[in-house]
């Protein structure tokens, strides 16, 4: 053999190698993500089977007759209930989450996106009450939008009538 043959070789062994590494960090990077994922999946599943979640939920719905009633909000807008301001802390996380691409929107397909779309449209008069409040010369057109976008994602893709 001469030399260029064998420097070809281990050149094309190298690159050989190479292209296996990036192959396997490229599988580890898939399978990280899919773990990542699944804790964020479970990490929404935990919070909103928590006490804390549940019980502000329960409250909110007896008070407004299972949402039968619109929110009554009279504290100037500023100070909604407590339950209710948690829920709304809560589904605005969660749903900035999903419309970024951490959380993925079948988690709505079911009872959480009933109790996405049956809250927001509870609140939906406050938040727009919210977002025509001034603060100094600035308005909160962007108060929890993430809750509004997500709700008529989750109702058109799940819960659409036919």
Known sequence: ???????????????????????????????????????????????????????????????????????????????????VSKLLG???????LCLNGYLPIFVFDSSSGFQLITFYEYTKEYIEFRRRQEIGEVKNVGYVISIEKLAKKVRAKYFATK
């Open 1 to 83: 053999m001469s030399t260029v043959d064998t420097s070809s070789l281990v050149a094309l062994f190298i690159s050989i190698i190479g292209i296996l590494i990036g192959v396997l960090g490229a599988l580890s990077t898939l399978r990280n993500d899919k773990l990542a994922r699944v804790q964020v999946i479970s990490q929404y599943y935990d919070e909103a089977n928590s006490a804390e979640i549940k019980e502000a939920r329960d409250r909110v719905r007896k008070n407004s007759k299972s949402y039968t009633e619109p929110y009554k909000f009279i504290d100037e807008g500023y100070n909604p209930n407590p339950d």
């Open 90 to 96: 809560f589904y605005g996380k969660w749903a900035t």
